[in-house]
């Protein structure tokens, strides 16, 4: 496991921020924060809860970091992902684990206002709002700490994710006390806000966004703002912000990117019914009532796979092909479609051609490993693995196909050691080690194999046992 170290950022002490509560007593050491978002992760990584689409998270994952990366404090390590909730929310755990709701996308009406509710939970992870509540009681151990974490979590309207940790009476009450205060909120508002113009995005998003959640409009099908449940918002606090906006000398308006209409109809295409879905684009096309028509085309075609209709969608498909700039997620929706449609060659060229254009776009590498594991291509799905792994050296899931791949050529040895390097970028230690040792008794694999298992299963052991490591 990769850990970062750090201190507390010099550059936002310097940035004349308040330190908040008396530093030597109530600040979780990096190593610890580092080890509570590990807790998360794994909890994050088993969830039925989040989104798996890679183009959903690839599209908040690379938001985020761009935001991240014009923070004050370029060491801090982050994690996004989207929960499935269409509640308005978006939450920072400590170690910089950021989770956005479906919710908040697809209330937000441009790119301008995800980025202000994400650049406020980044401001919270670098000023280490929440780390240093959880230090101030006195938890004695980093996995009570995670506990803590995840069932505050749960108490905040997660509790699925929160899982293992049941809320329990006592998280109740320190829960009140960990709610963020208003001289938090402030402080995150302000960092949130210099990231995200220091990003090249529209400050006024902010405040924008926020008007909404206070009055309560524009709720899609059950999206409620439970934003404001863990952070409290006042008349006073928007008019703060607006206020700050105001001042802001020049910024430049960047577009809202097409990824962003696309990720917020796919998103839209999965609510209600698929027919429901499939009206609701139809209806916004006819009636005019958007302010990306290829957003909507694309969305309707994603409603229409749902619906199984593969010739509608195919049509839609025609539309964007023809009016729409060439973009990844139409390729990836072309070879789909393909798929769906049991055109496998038709769907080999559409991987093919996509990704010689995207060679990056981790769903059409996903969807063209799958493809030729279903066509039982096994050997040139592994080529295809290992040609781009290198790009993605933290994806469990390329290991996972990887696993598949062994075990349908009855490799015992590679099939679990695959399976463990997946578990070890789940966060799963425990369970990477168990697949290592079954990879370790395996009878097949070379003196050469056994030894690399051999060396990377004690490496597994020490990171569980290291007497050395932080409580
Ligand atoms: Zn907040």
Redesign the pocket.
């Known amino acids: 496991m990769i850990v970062c170290a750090l201190f507390l950022s010099p550059l936002a002490l310097a940035d004349g921020l308040p330190e908040l509560g008396d530093s030597s007593a109530t600040v979780l050491s990096p190593l610890q924060e580092q080890k509570i978002a590990d807790q998360i992760m794994r909890q994050v990584m088993a969830s039925d809860d989040v989104v798996s689409d890679a183009e959903v998270n690839d599209y908040v994952q690379n938001l985020g970091y761009r935001l991240a990366s014009h923070g004050p404090d370029p060491h801090q390590q982050f994690n996004f992902f989207v929960v499935k909730d269409n509640t308005i929310n978006a939450f920072a755990m400590p170690g910089g684990v950021v989770g956005v709701h479906t919710g908040l996308i697809i209330a937000a009406d441009t790119e301008s206002e995800v980025a202000g509710v994400l650049g406020?939970e980044i401001g919270?992870v670098v000023q280490h709002h929440l780390a240093r509540m959880l230090a101030q009681q006195k938890i004695d151990s980093v996995v009570s700490m995670a506990t803590m974490a995840l069932a505050l979590l749960a108490a905040v309207g997660n509790p699925q994710l929160g899982g293992g940790a049941m809320m329990t009476a006592s998280a109740n009450a320190i829960q009140k006390q960990l709610d963020?205060t208003r001289d938090?909120?402030r402080e995150?508002d302000r960092v949130g806000l210099q990231i995200m113009t220091d990003s090249g995005f529209d400050p006024h998003g902010m405040p924008a966004f926020f008007e909404v959640l206070q009055k309560g409009t524009r709720f899609v099908q059950g999206t409620a703002p439970s934003f404001l449940r863990t952070?409290p918002l006042t008349t006073e606090r928007i008019t703060d912000v607006r206020g700050r906006v105001e001042q802001m000398s020049s910024f430049k308006l960047v577009e809202d990117s097409q990824e962003f209409y696309y990720v917020r109809a796919k998103l839209l295409a999965d609510l209600g019914t698929p027919t429901q879905a499939v009206d609701s684009f139809r209806n916004n096309l006819q009636e005019k009532k958007y302010t990306n028509e290829a957003g909507q085309h694309y969305g309707l075609a994603i409603a229409l796979m749902r619906k199984r209709d593969f010739t509608g969608a195919a049509k839609e498909l025609d539309w964007l092909k023809m009016n729409a700039p060439v973009h990844a997620m139409i390729a990836n929706l072309a070879a789909n479609i393909a798929v769906a449609q049991n055109k496998p060659e038709q769907a080999e060229k559409a991987f093919i051609t996509g990704l010689a254009i995207f060679p990056n776009h981790r769903a059409l590498i996903y969807g063209y490993a799958e493809h030729l594991l279903a066509l039982n291509q096994v050997d040139n799905a592994l080529k295809l693995i290992s040609d781009k792994q290198s790009s993605f050296p933290d994806d469990p899931y390329f290991y996972e196909l990887i696993s598949k791949a062994y075990t349908m050529q009855g490799k015992v040895l590679l099939r679990h050691q695959a399976q463990g390097e997946a578990y070890v970028r789940r966060y799963h230690i425990p369970k990477a080690i168990e697949q290592m040792d079954l990879a370790a008794k395996a009878t097949d694999g070379d003196f050469y194999q056994h030894s690399i298992v051999e060396a990377r299963l004690s490496q597994l052991r020490q990171l569980v046992d290291d007497p050395k490591k932080p409580k």
Do not use: C, N, R, W
């Open positions: 406020h919270h963020y938090h909120e995150a952070h």
